[in-house]
């Protein structure tokens, strides 16, 4: 929806379950970043002035969107939605961050939020000759803005090309045409380009023929499989954790018996505690022999590495989240923390490199990927 004046925005605010909320501040003491960061979010303040129609965006743009609060909110308010929605106020107001309007100038110019040429959007897939998607493909691997244009995820992506190659998979790339998948407008609250770009985006991958879309990062599968579903998208759409689960249930990719090898596996508050992934990635692991050893908060209870609700655009003062997870990944004694997204890669990555850790940090696929028969 477009937002046409504040009153009609409000009413509309107000009408997102918020009466449920009976101001308990559960939702305030449960939330990361107020607990380690220092840069407190009164959520419980957020809700109550939506209750009542007030415009209040005290630190709202400080939420990662990770959803621990509501695991913890006894009347099961729609929290992060609501802080959402606040946004697209304070977005139509014109009071989002100034780096937030450049995220968006970004991917209005060049497809993403972070600057990148249009050109360079296929440069990790260089020597691989995959298949332009717009040929025609059963899966279609869509990459995501982080993943196309950080070196270091390429790695990553490139694994898991390798390994789709090798199970025989009939899969494509949309190469230099691929464009972001909206998150951060959504995150922002620009609801009315966020509207165009979807539908342009639904009818080139309708256009494919995928059966099924294959994510690299929960960011994209989540709006894929809510965003874009409501606004008609038919494909089926799967991180690649759970696609990769499946062709191993299927029998279609087989891994060798490597050494037993302990690693901690950080769950991407996205896709575990926004898409239900949490058994899939961990049976791969144990599937291609590793032990995991759990951190102190795992799986729906994982804390955000910091980077969700458009935070890996703005910067905050206090303790990193990603300083938060490396120092419960040290505490358990394994040499190699596991994820699933190109945000806790690099956010994991930076905090492990400036605070000179003795711990690795890797993308699922690329340790599978050595054990692949
Ligand atoms: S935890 Fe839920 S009920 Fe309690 S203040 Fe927060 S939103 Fe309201
Ligand atoms: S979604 Fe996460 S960061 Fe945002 S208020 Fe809730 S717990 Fe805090």
């Known amino acids: 929806?477009?937002?046409?004046?504040?009153?009609?925005?409000?009413?509309?605010?107000?009408?997102?379950?918020?009466?449920?909320?009976?101001?308990?501040?559960?939702?305030?003491?449960?939330?990361?970043?107020?607990?380690?960061?220092?840069?407190?979010?009164?959520?419980?303040?957020?809700?109550?002035?939506?209750?009542?129609?007030?415009?209040?965006?005290?630190?709202?743009?400080?939420?990662?969107?990770?959803?621990?609060?509501?695991?913890?909110?006894?009347?099961?308010?729609?929290?992060?939605?609501?802080?959402?929605?606040?946004?697209?106020?304070?977005?139509?107001?014109?009071?989002?961050?100034?780096?937030?309007?450049?995220?968006?100038?970004?991917?209005?110019?060049?497809?993403?939020?972070?600057?990148?040429?249009?050109?360079?959007?296929?440069?990790?897939?260089?020597?691989?000759?995959?298949?332009?998607?717009?040929?025609?493909?059963?899966?279609?691997?869509?990459?995501?803005?982080?993943?196309?244009?950080?070196?270091?995820?390429?790695?990553?992506?490139?694994?898991?090309?390798?390994?789709?190659?090798?199970?025989?998979?009939?899969?494509?790339?949309?190469?230099?045409?691929?464009?972001?998948?909206?998150?951060?407008?959504?995150?922002?609250?620009?609801?009315?380009?966020?509207e165009e770009l979807v539908s342009q985006n639904i009818d080139q991958f309708e256009g494919t023929g995928a059966k099924i879309i294959v994510t690299v990062s929960p960011h994209c599968s989540k709006m894929f499989k809510e965003v874009y579903r409501k606004a008609g998208l038919k494909i089926e759409v799967m991180h690649y954790t759970e696609y990769l689960n499946r062709l191993y249930s299927e029998g279609l990719i087989k891994f060798k018996v490597g050494n037993s090898e302990n690693v901690t596996y950080h769950d991407p508050c996205l896709l575990s505690r926004g898409e239900g992934v949490i058994e899939e990635p961990r049976d791969l692991l144990k599937a291609s022999g590793f032990k995991i050893v759990e951190m102190k908060d795992y799986g729906k209870n994982s804390i955000c590495c910091g980077g969700g609700g458009n935070r890996m655009f703005l910067e905050f003062k206090g303790k990193r989240l990603a300083d938060v997870r490396t120092d419960q990944a040290i505490e358990t004694g394994t040499g190699i923390i596991v994820t699933a997204c190109p945000y806790c890669n690099m956010n994991l990555h930076d905090s492990v490199k400036t605070r000179a850790i003795n711990i690795k940090v890797m993308e699922l696929a690329e340790l599978l990927k050595e054990r692949i028969e």
């Open 1 to 194: 929806m477009i937002v046409e004046d504040t009153g009609s925005k409000m009413l509309e605010i107000m009408g997102m379950g918020t009466t449920l909320c009976y101001q308990c501040g559960e939702c305030t003491v449960s939330c990361p970043v107020g607990e380690f960061t220092g840069e407190k979010i009164s959520v419980r303040s957020i809700i109550r002035a939506a209750q009542i129609g007030q415009e209040y965006y005290d630190n709202i743009w400080a939420c990662a969107t990770c959803k621990l609060c509501e695991n913890y909110c006894p009347r099961n308010v729609d929290i992060v939605n609501i802080i959402l929605a606040v946004r697209t106020m304070a977005f139509s107001k014109r009071k989002a961050p100034e780096k937030i309007e450049k995220v968006i100038w970004d991917i209005f110019e060049n497809g993403n939020p972070w600057g990148g040429k249009k050109k360079e959007r296929a440069k990790w897939a260089e020597g691989m000759e995959i298949k332009d998607a717009s040929e025609g493909v059963d899966v279609l691997l869509y990459v995501g803005c982080e993943a196309a244009y950080d070196p270091k995820q390429h790695g990553n992506v490139r694994s898991i090309a390798e390994i789709l190659r090798r199970a025989g998979v009939n899969f494509g790339i949309l190469g230099n045409n691929e464009r972001c998948c909206g998150e951060p407008l959504k995150n922002a609250g620009e609801i009315e380009y966020l």
